[in-house]
């Protein structure tokens, strides 16, 4: 059986475990709220409305595309690029390319950040990898003007987000709104998880300082997943109502 990314690669070790994809998620979170297309996110309400169950959603079509076998992960890109052509169709209008380009890039770099964070750091090889099956993703679903190579993607990600990111009233709402669903303590971790992931850019558009407190509670987490307490710590970040989700955010 062919799967769409081989067993032995970094990226099934990145996305099987739910401590690196609730770090990618509250990195993307905070681009997402800048992006300067993100009046799309605003057009079926779905994200606004809650911001949660939208990366519940999320989470399980990246793990139909990472664990599946080819077949299914294709039928899975390609039901993503149909649910955005609906939308487009029904705003009568198209989603910027580098948009989509955008997203493919922020997925690419938090996956590499987040697993440094909690892990260790990726060698060259391993980004690659990281890069070839998103590109492969991106490529499925005809994003154009895709970078082919690890180091062009690395150009082209600074020129993004000095050229799509700004601060406006959607974006003050979408923070409002992650607020609303997690909680005053559960925002507050969020925002220093940020901290720790956001890129410089990022992190200076929403006047987040560049210290997070959580920086020495890491070593903390880190030896609680090797006495198997971390699943008490993950329900702390994230509602109770979401119990059944985090539970099934492990793959490995």
């Known amino acids: 059986m062919k799967y769409f990314v081989e067993v032995n690669?970094?990226?099934?070790?990145?996305?099987?475990?739910?401590?690196?994809?609730?770090?990618?998620?509250?990195?993307?979170?905070?681009?997402?709220?800048?992006?300067?297309a993100v009046d799309w996110l605003y057009f079926t309400g779905k994200l606004p409305k809650s911001p949660l169950e939208r990366?519940?959603?999320?989470?399980?079509?990246?793990?139909?595309?990472?664990?599946?076998?080819e077949i299914s992960a294709y039928k899975s890109i390609d039901a993503i690029a149909a649910i955005h052509a609906n939308v487009e169709n029904k705003r009568n209008a198209k989603i910027?390319?580098?948009?989509?380009?955008?997203?493919?890039?922020?997925?690419?770099?938090?996956?590499?950040?987040s697993f440094e964070l909690l892990e260790r750091k990726l060698t060259n090889e391993e980004k690659g990898q990281v890069f070839t099956v998103l590109y492969r993703v991106g490529d499925r679903m005809g994003i154009k003007?895709?970078?082919?190579?690890?180091?062009?993607?690395?150009?082209?990600r600074n020129k993004h987000l000095?050229?799509?990111?700004?601060?406006s009233h959607f974006s003050k709402d979408l923070i409002k709104q992650y607020r609303k669903h997690l909680g005053f303590i559960r925002y507050r971790i969020l925002l220093e998880t940020q901290i720790l992931i956001l890129p410089k850019k990022v992190r200076n558009l929403l006047c987040l300082r560049e210290f997070s407190f959580l920086t020495p509670l890491l070593i903390i987490y880190?030896?609680?997943?090797?006495?198997?307490?971390d699943k008490i710590l993950?329900?702390?970040?994230?509602?109770?109502?979401?119990?059944?989700?985090?539970?099934?955010?492990?793959h490995i």
């Open 162 to 167: 000095s050229k799509n990111l700004y601060y």
């Open 96 to 113: 910027p390319n580098w948009a989509y380009l955008d997203v493919l890039f922020m997925l690419i770099d938090y996956s590499i950040r």
């Open 234 to 250: 993950r329900s702390l970040i994230l509602p109770s109502s979401y119990k059944k989700e985090i539970g099934n955010l492990d």
């Open 55 to 69: 990366l519940f959603s999320t989470v399980s079509y990246a793990r139909t595309i990472v664990f599946s076998e």
């Open 9 to 36: 690669s970094i990226v099934r070790q990145i996305w099987g475990k739910s401590d690196t994809i609730l770090f990618i998620f509250a990195g993307a979170a905070a681009e997402f709220a800048l992006n300067k």
């Open 222 to 229: 880190k030896i609680s997943r090797r006495l198997h307490l």
């Open 145 to 156: 003007g895709l970078p082919v190579t690890f180091l062009s993607w690395q150009k082209m």
